[in-house]
């Protein structure tokens, strides 16, 4: 066996390493680096506040039991119009409906005590203080009934408000808490998209201005609103403020859907842009003879894609799109 030819074959590969190295070192230092170069357009400049949010009823509540329970029944089902007051829902009231029956037949029992009492205390057979126990018992009776019924009451989860049920979840034998919601009730229209925008962008949202809306499952839709309202209090610990987005009753949107809102804070029409990526530090660098040079530009209307330019820059000039790292000004740059 041959053990000698690997110690000829490393130094040949640090030979060719080399030689690739020298030859990279050489083409960065005398050739001319590939960027992508582009001239100012004209178009329509936008500005806008990008959020998230969901589309939700204007009118709507999420209800729930009052108290713990077992289901016993569900009154309506989704789909259904209900009105305010109506009986969705009822728990197992049986314990709650007996101990009702049991102070009943006790009020009747202190009620006719008490028509015995008084005519007995008027006959002068029995002293007036028997009548006066009597009465109060009764009244203690009335006042332990009234309380058990409302139990019973609560017992009844009721719509609070007129509306459709938009969902419904909960079935007989499930035990629900407070804290359980059982029913969305809403009116279908109108509908709304509830964002967060972050606190740093606030100051730049106000009522009336109009909204551009993503949804997944509309991707070639155009969807627009208008914002409506802005929580005067923002939220301290997420940092955002809550706004309303009103939309237009033909909006194909459904409650529930999460979207993408881009909220305009400002536009202009026939604006010379260039894409955002191609400024840095508020410079970009334009093409000279091949070479990289650094220009200060003077930017107006801020987009997320494309920035407005206001001064520094001529119709025909050529700047890199996108600078790559490590280019600098004075370097030898070629188009892509």
């Known amino acids: 066996m041959n053990t000698r030819k690997p110690a000829r074959i490393i130094p040949v590969i640090l030979v060719v390493a080399a030689l690739a190295a ?10 001319a680096r590939a960027v992508a170069l582009v001239s100012p357009q004209r178009g329509m400049a936008v500005e806008a506040v990008y959020a998230t949010g969901t589309v939700e009823p204007e009118n709507w509540a999420k209800i729930g039991p009052v108290t713990t329970g077992r289901i016993a029944e569900m009154l309506v089902d989704e789909g259904d119009v209900v009105k305010r007051g109506q009986h969705l829902a009822r728990l197992d ?26 005519t007995l205390a008027d006959s002068g057979i029995r002293p007036r203080e028997s009548a006066q126990k009597a009465k109060s018992e009764y009244d203690q009776a009335n006042a332990a009934i009234n309380a058990a019924r409302q139990r019973r009451t609560d017992l009844l989860v009721i719509a609070p408000l007129d509306g459709v049920v938009l969902r419904r979840d909960g079935e007989p034998g499930e035990v629900v808490k407070p804290e359980n ?12 998209i509830t964002a967060d925008v972050d606190e740093e962008d606030i100051a730049l949202v106000a009522s009336g201005q109009k909204v551009l809306i993503k949804a997944d499952a509309f991707p070639d839709s155009g969807l627009g609103g208008t914002i409506d309202h802005i929580t005067p209090k923002g939220d301290p610990v997420n940092k955002t403020f809550r706004v309303r987005v009103r939309l237009p009753d033909d909006t194909p949107l459904l409650i529930g859907m999460t979207t993408e809102i881009n909220i305009i ?27 990289a040079q650094t220009r200060p530009v003077v930017l107006g209307i801020k987009g997320r894609d ?7 820059l001529a119709a025909a000039e050529r700047i890199v799109a996108s600078p790559p790292a490590g280019l600098k000004a004075g370097d030898r740059i070629k188009a892509q």
């Open 306 to 312: 494309r920035v407005e330019i206001l001064s520094g």
């Open 22 to 31: 020298g030859a990279v070192y050489a083409l960065n230092r005398n050739g």
């Open 265 to 291: 804070t400002a536009e202009k029409a026939d604006a010379w842009l260039i894409p955002a990526s191609a400024v840095v530090n508020g410079a970009v660098l334009v093409e000279q003879d091949g070479h």
């Open 93 to 118: 009231d049986r314990e709650a409906s007996a101990k009702v029956n049991e102070l009943e037949a006790r009020a009747v029992y202190w009620r006719e005590e008490l028509a015995r009492a008084k």
């Open 181 to 192: 919601t059982i029913f969305w009730i809403g009116e279908s229209r109108p509908l709304r």
